[in-house]
């Protein structure tokens, strides 16, 4: 089924490049001029939050007009004949749930003021200066604007999984720089996986000297990151799970698992059969002290415990545990699994902290002071809330899927018609995207997050009114370039990983190629028969093609209009696009001939090039459908449709463009 912007119901569309949209905007006709006489006024409290953040604002602003502007902070109002910024807050703010964020901009002229009650809210509202930030062939101005502005959710979270596949510290700064670029409040670390443990216990050593690899953080990077991110605005929230996907902590502790060991750092991807027993008094001593060490490192007031995916495989064959449910009148797996969350619930708790898992521990009798992270559906969500639980959403923002920013975007944690009353509706908090790294490495993790992950967060932040899809992706544009700014890779590495295939051959021609692909989306890569393990490079076409791509977008677009509004001038766009993409393959294949891992892209290019002529011939015969040729219409149909079958678990992202123009082509 074919996709098309249009459609989408839209709201109005916007004339800025704000991600994600104000609350409330308002223009007016007066600048605030940018030059090297530019001020800043603020009431100065050195190392503050508020002035660390005025500082990184003076140097990207710095980066992109490479004006002489003065990094001293005025703390009163002077004179002064330039432009200038007035700051002004009541309090720091706690990092906890529901703290204001709001803030308000006022420009006008050569005066601007920015006020909040917090200083998050003075963080986010640089963050929109910079993003207002306009220029022509006079010099750089802010335009003149009235922005009341406020998050719709209170938790706007993205999850970076360290567990799979390790991220270094620089990833994880890089990565929130991005999320304070869009106004995202929570980083949640998936901490714990079958394939390793990534962070130092000095109560338990065993469990990162055995179960990790080497891979790893020590405290002191841990306590250097939330510092990081709360300079930010950001809270870090652990996850460490249990009682399954728990192989790691077994390296080492074997006596906390449901079936002998020993046991091995586990390479491939799945859901394995390790876990915890929950019918020992020493597994909930193990965890008292663990948990205990971690609810001191992590500040947050919230503890992630998992909970997901437990076959409990392993319960069955050991009949001690099978006894253990009869002498408890515990049912079946799912009840003894509830057993073992309601003992780790009262620990977090004793710890001061409150506890979330996967939507699989809501089960009767949880305290309705543990959150649910809803995973596996609306439903999930929906239950929670109507039990009064507070609640996260998660599923339809699984990022590591590959799949278009327009079906993020119009996933809503609270959709109009979800059936809620107003007091279970303020039990939905907000939602995460979740960045799962079984196909992600250091060198390729930002192009997965980013930029499609700004959707996420104006979902999050702005009124669901906000839904117009060609606007969004338009300033998604501007949003990347400005990603780019706080140093996410997502889109430089791409050339950096096709450089290193070729050498020193040109690699134009693998762009080229490259950004008319995008690798299977949802669960169809595993499904290709490539054994992927943590020893596999993820170095090939799918690592390497960005999950969308906008060459094949703005393709699309083209059709679209020449298809559905038939706007005849677009299609010598539309025909420059086909014709670079037929001769592209000869230059391509000279590269080839020198590099044996270019094989299969060989073989997709044959194909990039047949769709493309048929695409270029069916542009013709839209003009001219009477001339149209049962053979033609034949051969081209097989061409098209043997270009779906997916090559190196990719597909071609313009294949169903120019599968519209040979629709629209055909006579009627």
């Known amino acids: 089924m074919l996709f098309f912007f249009s459609f989408f119901k839209n709201g109005s569309a916007q004339n800025h490049d704000l991600m994600p949209v104000p609350a409330s905007i308002i223009y007016n006709e007066q600048p605030l001029k940018l030059d090297n006489q530019f001020r800043i006024f ?66 006008s ?44 959710f209170p938790w706007r979270g993205l999850l970076i999984d ?41 109560v338990f050593p065993k469990l990162h000297e055995l179960g990790s690899n080497g891979e790893y953080y020590t405290q002191i990077q841990v306590k250097e990151i939330i510092d990081y991110a709360a300079e930010r605005g950001i809270r870090v929230v652990p996850e460490f799970d ?90 079946n797996n799912h009840e003894l699994q509830n057993y073992f969350n309601l003992k780790v619930q009262a620990i977090v708790k004793k710890n001061k902290k409150k506890m979330i898992g996967w939507d699989e521990i809501l089960q009767p009798g ?15 969500l929906k239950d929670a809330a109507t039990k009064g639980h507070q609640v996260i959403l998660s599923n339809g923002y699984y990022i590591d899927l590959s799949n278009p920013a327009w079906k993020h975007y119009m996933n809503d944690p609270l959709p109009a018609d979800l059936g809620l009353t107003t007091e279970q509706e303020k039990f939905i908090l907000g939602g995460e995207a979740t960045m799962w790294a079984e196909l992600v490495t250091p060198e390729n993790i930002d192009s997965r997050i980013w930029p499609r992950t700004a959707a996420i967060a104006e979902r999050l932040w702005s009124d669901r009114e906000v839904n117009n899809i060609p606007d969004m992706y338009r300033r998604l544009d501007a949003a990347s370039l400005e990603l780019e700014s706080v140093g996410l890779l997502h889109v430089r590495n791409q050339e950096m990983m096709l ?24 669960y169809n890569r595993g499904g290709q028969g490539i054994p992927y393990s943590t020893d596999l490079p993820l170095t090939r076409l799918p690592d390497i093609a960005f999950p969308e791509s906008k060459t094949a977008r703005d393709f699309r677009m083209l059709c679209e209009q020449r298809v559905r509004k038939r706007d005849i001038s677009v299609a010598k766009e539309i025909k420059s696009y086909l014709e670079l993409w037929i001769s592209n393959h000869d230059s391509l294949v000279a590269v080839a001939q020198h590099v044996p891992a270019l094989k299969n892209w ?51 992202a313009v294949l169903e463009s120019i599968t519209m123009l040979f629709q629209h082509a055909l006579p009627k």
């Open 42 to 107: 603020m009431n100065i409290e050195p190392g503050s939050r508020a002035t660390k953040a005025v500082e990184r604002f003076l140097r990207r602003l710095d980066n992109r007009t490479h004006l002489f502007i003065s990094k001293s902070i005025q703390s009163e109002v002077i004179a002064n004949d330039g432009s200038h910024l007035t700051i002004k807050y009541l309090r720091k703010a706690e990092l906890k749930v529901g703290e204001d964020e709001s803030y308000k901009l006022i420009v």
């Open 109 to 152: 002229g050569k005066n601007a003021t920015l006020t909040a009650t917090t200083d998050l809210g003075i963080l986010h509202g640089l963050e929109t200066i910079l993003q207002l930030m306009e220029h022509d062939s006079s010099g750089y101005f802010i335009p003149g604007v009235t922005i009341d502005d406020k998050p719709r």
């Open 162 to 202: 360290v567990g799979r596949h390790f991220s270094p510290v620089d990833v994880i700064k890089r990565n929130i720089d991005g999320m304070a670029m869009v106004k995202m409040n929570v980083l949640h670390l998936h901490l714990s996986e079958d394939q390793g443990f990534r962070i130092e216990s000095k």
């Open 242 to 331: 249990m009682p399954g996907h728990a192989t790691s902590w077994m390296v080492g502790h074997p006596e906390l698992a449901s079936a002998p060991g020993p046991y091995v750092i586990e390479k491939k991807f799945g859901v394995f059969d390790p876990t915890m027993d929950p019918t020992k008094k020493s597994t909930y001593k193990f965890l008292e002290k663990f948990i205990g060490e971690m609810a001191n490192l992590f500040p947050d007031e919230y503890f992630h415990i998992g909970g997901d995916e437990n076959e409990g495989k392993q319960w069955d064959k050991n009949s001690e545990i099978q006894e253990f449910k009869k002498k408890n009148n515990l049912k």
């Open 366 to 380: 949880l305290p309705s002071d543990v959150m649910i992270q809803s995973w596996r559906g609306t439903q999930g």
């Open 499 to 522: 450089r290193r295939i070729v050498g020193n051959y040109d690699v134009h021609p693998l762009q080229i190629f490259v950004n008319t692909v995008e690798p299977l989306k949802d």
């Open 602 to 652: 060989v073989a997709m290019s044959v194909t990039l090039r047949e769709i493309s002529k048929v695409g270029l011939e069916s542009l013709d015969y839209m003009n001219r459908p009477n001339v149209v040729t049962d053979e033609w219409t034949s051969t081209s149909h097989r061409i098209l449709t043997d270009a779906k079958k997916p090559i190196d678990e990719s597909e071609f």
